[in-house]
């Protein structure tokens, strides 16, 4: 019973494309929204986050996406780099302060 | 000068043994956390203490026991280990809340290997 899922387990695009990473959630009371990155053997790293309560939110290169009656919420990289190849996470923040975690999605930015 | 720090980094041991992996923070973070990365990849979480005091305790065996010394060390003991508790651990900790996303800062994560 998972109530954040990243249905894609990998993606891969050209350096200086956009990167498009998505997620889905079932739990409408989640009241703010994560994204954490992972290179290997190292732990999840903070990326951006979002409110329940704004449609997005902007970060440099980062960029991430509500929709709430879709109960979607995508994160945008423009320009890929090579660098931002890495595993991506994203949470969504329940009662208590817990972060319930997707499975991640592997991005590949390819030069 | 790590933030997260846990030991060990990876850990082999045989089933029925009794093991534990440790976890500092220097953040001067009050809460921690014990995160677990199955072989699916969803890292869930396990524990969660603060100031000493447990506050999450999801549907975890028994064999699972949490120790926290001061709010800085989160140490998660295992007895009698079985070849499904092979993962990935990951401490983490966060600050309070006063408003704003509850951001967590993890360690590098222990990996676990039972044979």
Known sequence: ?111 | DTAVSQTPKYLVTQMGNDKSIKCEQNLGHDTMYWYKQDSKKFLKIMFSYNNKELIINETVPNRFSPKSPDKAHLNLHINSLELGDSAVYFCASSQARGSGANVLTFGAGSRLTVL
């Open chain 1, 1 to 111: 019973d998972q109530q954040v899922k990243q249905n894609s387990p990998s993606l891969s695009v050209q350096e200086g494309r956009i990167s498009i990473l998505n997620c889905d959630y079932t739990n409408s009371m989640f009241d703010y929204f994560l994204w954490y990155k992972k290179y290997p053997a190292e732990g999840p790293t903070f990326l951006i986050s979002i409110s329940s309560i704004k449609d997005k939110n902007e970060d440099g290169r980062f960029t991430v996406f509500l929709n709430k009656s879709a109960k979607h919420l995508s994160l945008h990289i423009v320009p890929s780099q090579p660098g931002d190849s890495a595993v991506y996470f994203c949470a969504a923040s329940a009662q208590g302060g817990k972060l319930i975690f997707g499975q991640g999605t592997e991005l590949s930015v390819k030069p």
